[in-house]
């Protein structure tokens, strides 16, 4: 199964669990199996259309999947999926 | 919340903030919520990653992200939050910090001018606004082992 870590902001969305198994063959799959198990979870990672959002990406081992083939970038029983938030800012204009 | 930390690693994170200077750093801080606040244990050190302006902007590169939550849970820690310096500029939070931030971790804020740092703040954003937390230093922390 692929694990997927949950990064320390989404952890109360996963009753404060760190990594979650999935039974997926791409990332979209892992995506919606994670979102069955933690429905509060998907709002989260997926805007209304369903896109992940801007300030949030994922990456499959050490690469991020827009550099693979983005959801449908298929993934091993042994994968390690990321969710990671975009962290950033600075000082006022 | 109350976030405690030692001196050695308020250390860590001023001298990051003075030699950066005039460029913003930032780095992550990692420890142990307990019900009575947050415990530091550890500071690491971040590029700032930001394509345009770094004495005003900083960024922090997904895969330098998630190798920070993978050496936490390899090490049984949690990434509580995140640092970083407002150079010339006082230790509150942006409209920049506001819009990028997360729920959960605490945000550091380091104000530095040239070879010093005048003042460290914390803030946790709660319901879409940020509150700040008290922080303690203390000499000594034990309890994390």
């Known amino acids: 199964m692929a694990k997927i870590i949950i990064p320390t902001p989404l952890r109360k969305f996963t009753n404060n669990l760190a990594t979650i198994e999935v039974e997926a063959i791409n990332i979209r ?44 970038t298929p993934v091993t029983h042994d994968a390690v999926i990321s969710i990671v938030p975009a962290i950033a800012g600075g000082i006022s204009d | 919340m109350k976030l405690v930390l030692n001196k050695d690693l308020m250390d860590k994170m001023v001298d990051h903030a003075i030699e950066s200077y ?34 005003r902007r900083f960024e922090i590169d ?14 049984g820690i949690t990434l509580l939050g995140i640092y970083h310096s407002h150079p010339d500029h006082p230790a509150v939070p ?26 460290i703040t914390s803030w946790q954003l709660l319901e ?8 303690t230093i203390e000499n000594r922390i034990e309890t994390l082992n």
């Open chain 2, 128 to 135: 879409n606004e940020f509150e700040e937390e008290k922080i």
């Open chain 1, 29 to 72: 799959e892992s995506i919606n199996a994670l979102s069955s198990l933690f429905p509060d979870l998907k709002k989260q990672i997926l805007d209304d259309a369903g896109e992940i959002r801007q300030f949030v990406r994922i990456y499959l081992g050490d690469e991020d999947i827009k550099v693979l083939n983005n959801e449908k």
């Open chain 2, 62 to 75: 997904p895969l330098d992200y998630l190798k920070a939550e993978r050496y936490a849970l390899e090490n």
């Open chain 2, 22 to 55: 005039p460029m913003e750093c930032c780095g992550f801080v990692f420890g142990k919520e307990q019900p009575d606040g947050r415990i530091l244990s550890e500071v690491h050190r971040a590029p700032n990653n930001q394509s345009g302006d770094q004495r």
């Open chain 2, 94 to 119: 942006s409209i920049h910090d506001l819009k990028q931030a997360v729920p959960f971790f605490s945000y550091l804020i380091l104000a530095a001018k040239k070879g010093q740092v005048d003042n």
